[in-house]
Structures are given as structure tokens and as C-alpha cells.
């Protein structure tokens, strides 16, 4: 494959573009500088750009240990986005398959495969998500029953989907949801008068948030983890 071609098929970018990018000689093939477009790549030769590897993949399947204080965003005005934490190529490209608050860590999932995401946050499918819930008071004895029962939250017509709490201290719950409804962990304990001041989600379906992740880190997900979202999204 011509070179040109493979940075437009790298990079998402036009053969135009891809011709300035030879001409700036930030562009290699195993290690040594390339400016001509009509160069041919062969199979096993590294390319890069900036010193950064191209390379020609399918699509991308992300797992994040998402820190607080960034949004699941493009752009912002006011936070910065997860974005900053993630370097890969064209990652304009890449989207959330069910978006973290700004305050809230733990798994998150990016890819720019559309019909994998759907998968995940369609509510027909009732994929499950784990999340570990640190409130302000004390549990009460009825919020398991409530919870299981589901819960009308403000503004809603019809019940959240039965859920599942499990008690882990006196002011922290395993909260697993099927839905994903906007703010719904933080309303349904508004909603039960405490307030939620943590949230870790945990587990989405059948893939867990890798504990060797430190906040911030991310890693591509391995091919189970990845089929286990189309073979079974409830846990």
C-alpha cells in the first residue's frame, strides 16, 4: 500500500493532508523518514507519525478507570475532557458507551464501534452496571425493598427497573442498575431523602473494571471482553 494511502486510512485524514504530513518529515517507516507519497508500506513495517505508531486496525474497544473532574465530552468549557487522558489517533472518532458524571470514576467504556455501544446503553437490552454508592446518611432498612421494587424518580412516569443493593458498610451499597437514566443512581437515593457523595461504577455487564488500572489509565479490552457484551450483557 502506497504510503499516502495508509496515513488517509490511519488517520482519517485526506490524501491532501497526508501529503503535508510527508512533506513536514514527521512521518517514518521503520525509523527512517519518508516524504514521498508513492513509497510502498509492506507487510510488517512499522509506520509512524510524530513517533507515534499507525496502525491499521479494526474498531476500538477501550476500558478507562475514569478520575473525577473530567467530563465524557468532546469539548468543554469548563472541565477538561477524557479526552486529554487518551492518546490515539483520531480519537475524534471515538465515543462512550455510557457516560460518567464529572464527579464520578471508575469503568468507563470508548470505542467507535456504534453497534457494540448500542448494545450496552440501549434500554432493550437491560445491560447491567455496578456501581459502589458512598451516601450521606446511614442505609436505611427499607432501601433494599424500595430498590428492588423500582422507584419513581422526580419527573418520571414510570418506575426505575427492579434493582439490586447490597449493604458493604453503614453509609456504603453495591448498587447493580439495568437502565441507564440520567443521574439515575443520584436520584434514586434523592428520591429515598439521602444524598449520594460517591460513585465508583464497578462492572458493566460481564466486564470489570481492571484493578491494576491506576485513576486515569486506560487499556484496550481483550477479545472475551469485548464478545461478552454481544453474547450476554446482563450479568
Not at 55 to 71: A, C, D, I
Request: hydrophobic share 35%; with cysteine.
Amino acid at each position: 500500500m502506497r504510503i499516502d494511502k495508509y496515513l488517509c486510512d490511519g488517520l482519517g485524514i485526506s490524501r491532501k493532508e497526508a501529503t503535508k504530513l510527508l512533506k513536514s518529515g514527521d512521518v517514518t517507516v521503520d525509523d527512517v523518514m519518508i516524504k514521498s507519497g508513492s513509497v510502498k508500506v509492506k507487510e510488517g513495517q512499522s509506520v509512524a507519525w510524530q513517533e507515534r505508531p499507525i496502525v491499521l486496525r479494526g474498531p476500538r474497544y477501550l476500558m478507562m478507570n475514569k478520575p473525577e473532574g473530567v467530563v465524557c465530552s468532546h469539548e468543554d468549557g469548563f472541565n477538561h475532557t477524557v479526552f486529554v487522558l487518551i492518546d490515539e489517533v483520531r480519537y475524534e472518532d471515538l465515543h462512550f458507551a455510557g457516560r460518567l458524571d464529572v464527579d464520578t470514576t471508575g469503568l468507563l467504556l470508548i470505542t467507535d464501534d456504534g453497534q457494540w455501544s448500542h448494545r450496552i446503553t440501549s434500554p432493550k437490552h437491560k445491560c447491567d452496571k455496578t456501581y459502589r454508592v458512598w451516601l450521606a446518611d446511614p442505609v436505611q432498612d427499607d432501601y433494599q425493598h424500595k430498590i428492588a421494587e423500582g422507584i419513581l424518580l422526580r419527573n418520571e412516569r414510570e418506575p426505575t427497573l427492579p434493582a439490586q443493593m447490597e449493604v458493604v458498610g453503614e453509609n456504603e451499597v453495591l448498587l447493580t442498575i439495568h437502565e441507564g437514566k440520567y443521574h439515575q443512581v443520584k436520584r434514586m437515593f434523592a428520591a429515598l431523602g439521602n444524598k449520594v457523595v460517591g460513585l465508583h461504577r464497578e462492572r458493566i455487564g460481564n466486564i470489570t473494571l481492571d484493578a491494576d488500572l491506576e485513576l486515569g489509565e486506560y487499556r484496550d479490552l481483550t477479545e472475551q471482553e469485548i464478545q461478552s457484551i454481544f453474547n450476554k450483557t446482563t450479568g
